[in-house]
Structures are given as structure tokens and as C-alpha cells.
């Protein structure tokens, strides 16, 4: 017997087992209750002494650029993005953080996908950073608003040209009959575009969102449980800082401590 012809028996027999495998777990529960990883210790505690400022955006970047050097970390910019329908139904999803600072977050993707439907007509969402590493989490929660079409066409342009070509190949969250459908509608893109040296142009339908945000959330798991949640907010109108468990910050921002 050749040695293509054994492994490919090998692959037929690895693909049964794993078939047989998936059929009895169909039968059963999985109990997974014991799975847990050791979080900080007490000497490593986040407290409010330690926040390099009573303002979210600092802290955010602060969190970051450590989530950034850690090499345990490769994609420090991943976050959830959840939306919901105007009725309520939520959804989430990762998308890629391409940009952040006092006016919010940034992320592009198809303007007539699921999410971009949701933001239509419910604009209110949230963003949750999660680096295991770190044992660190953020959540952001605010009001998402349109990138200008420059500012899209300005990041898809410095996008890999197979990433462009991708973007434009895709009706983002409609169903399809298979791979080979998308793979065409690259090919042909291939051969109108890269294969002549000419410039992908953006399409209408991709561009990119900012959240900006009304609360930030920082949490840091600890190994007894007794997480740190420290979360800044924009008061509500009239509301004012006590000292005690809601603290006045920086540039409009209050404070306060959650239980975990
Ligand atoms: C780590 C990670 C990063 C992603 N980044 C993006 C992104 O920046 N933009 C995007 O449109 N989809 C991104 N995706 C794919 C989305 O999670 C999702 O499949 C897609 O946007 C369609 O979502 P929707 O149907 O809810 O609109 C990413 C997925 C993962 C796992």
C-alpha cells in the first residue's frame, strides 16, 4: 500500500471515531464545573490608589499597552461586541478595536451585516475585552455612531490587498450556498483588481462605527474570588458624588467600586 493511501485511511478512520465520539456525547451532559484557573493573588489587588487616573480613556490605554507587550497575548485588540434589535434581542460577536480615545472606540465591518442591521436601528452596545493572560476583563457600554466614509476608505486601503479583495467578496451574515460561491467572487475580483495592479475600491457597504462610551468597566479576577470591579460612569443628571460609594473623577466622571 503507498503512503498516500494509508494516511488517507488513517484521516477516513480519525473522521469515523471522531464521528462515533460526537454521537454519544449527544446522549450525555458534559460536566465541566470543576474547570477553574488560579486568578491574582492578594498581593496583587486593584485598588483605587492604583488607577493611573480617575478617567476611563487613560486607564483603558493603560490596561492596553500592558495587554499589548504581554506576548501571551496576540490579540489584545479583540473584543466582543454585543447589540441587540430594537426590541430587545441581543447578539455578540468579536470584532477587531482599530482605534481608541476620548471620543471612543472604533471598529469597521460590513455596513449590511446582522450587527450594522442591529446598530440601525438600536444604536446603544457594548464592548467587552477579555485578556486571560491578565486576568483581566473591560467592559464598555455607550451609544455607537457612524466613521466618516474618508476615515473608512482610508483604513480599507491600508488593509492587506487579499483582506480588500475578502471584504468585497462578502455579503456579510447572508446565507450562501457553499465556499466555492465566495471563492469565485474572489477569483473574479483577483483578476479585475490585483491581477491588473489596480486599486481595490471600497465598496458602499463596508465602512467602519465608533462607541462612545457611558461607562467603563475595569475588572480584575482574584484568586479567593473577591474580584476588583472599579467602574467609571457619566452621572445621571442631578446625581452627585457621596465619597463614600460613588467618587467624583476627572472630566465629567464619577467612580465606584462593584461587588464581584
Ligand atoms: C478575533 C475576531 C476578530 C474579528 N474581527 C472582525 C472585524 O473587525 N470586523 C468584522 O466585520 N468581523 C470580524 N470578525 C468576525 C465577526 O465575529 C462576525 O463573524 C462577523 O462580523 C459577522 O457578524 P454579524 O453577522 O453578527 O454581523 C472577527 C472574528 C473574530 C473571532
Known amino acids: ?71 501571551k497575548i496576540l490579540e489584545p485588540n479583540a473584543m466582543c461586541l454585543s447589540t441587540a434589535t430594537k426590541d430587545g434581542k441581543p447578539s455578540g460577536r468579536f470584532v477587531l478595536c482599530k482605534g481608541y480615545g476620548k471620543d471612543g472606540f472604533k471598529f469597521f465591518t460590513n455596513l449590511e451585516s446582522r450587527k450594522a442591521g442591529e446598530l440601525k436601528e438600536n444604536p446603544n452596545a457594548a464592548l467587552t475585552f477579555y485578556w486571560e493572560a491578565m486576568n483581566r476583563s473591560i467592559r464598555i457600554e455607550g451609544v455607537v455612531g457612524t466613521l466618516s466614509n474618508e476615515e473608512s476608505e482610508t483604513y480599507f486601503h491600508a488593509r492587506p490587498v487579499p483582506s480588500q479583495i475578502g471584504a468585497s467578496a462578502s455579503h456579510q451574515s447572508q446565507p450562501i450556498q457553499s465556499r466555492d460561491v465566495l471563492c469565485d467572487r474572489e477569483k473574479i475580483l483577483e483578476e479585475k483588481y490585483t491581477e491588473k495592479g489596480i486599486t481595490v475600491p471600497k465598496p458602499d457597504f463596508w465602512g467602519g462605527y465608533i462607541l462612545k462610551p457611558h461607562t467603563v468597566e475595569f475588572w480584575q479576577g482574584q484568586r479567593d474570588r473577591l474580584h476588583d470591579r472599579i467602574r467609571f460612569r457619566l452621572p445621571a443628571e442631578g446625581e452627585v458624588a457621596d465619597g463614600v460609594l460613588l467618587h467624583q473623577g476627572e472630566n465629567g466622571w464619577v467612580y465606584e467600586r462593584l461587588s464581584p
Not at 56 to 69: C, G, I, N, T, V
Open 1 to 71: 500500500m503507498s503512503k498516500l493511501s494509508s494516511l488517507l485511511i488513517g484521516i477516513k478512520v480519525q473522521s469515523r471515531l471522531q464521528q462515533l465520539h460526537s454521537c454519544q456525547f449527544l446522549k450525555m451532559s458534559v460536566d465541566i464545573s470543576s474547570l477553574r484557573i488560579r486568578y491574582k493573588d492578594r498581593s496583587e489587588t486593584f485598588l483605587e490608589e492604583h488607577l493611573v487616573a480617575k478617567e476611563p480613556f487613560a486607564q483603558f490605554h493603560s490596561w492596553f499597552e500592558q495587554a499589548k507587550s504581554n506576548a
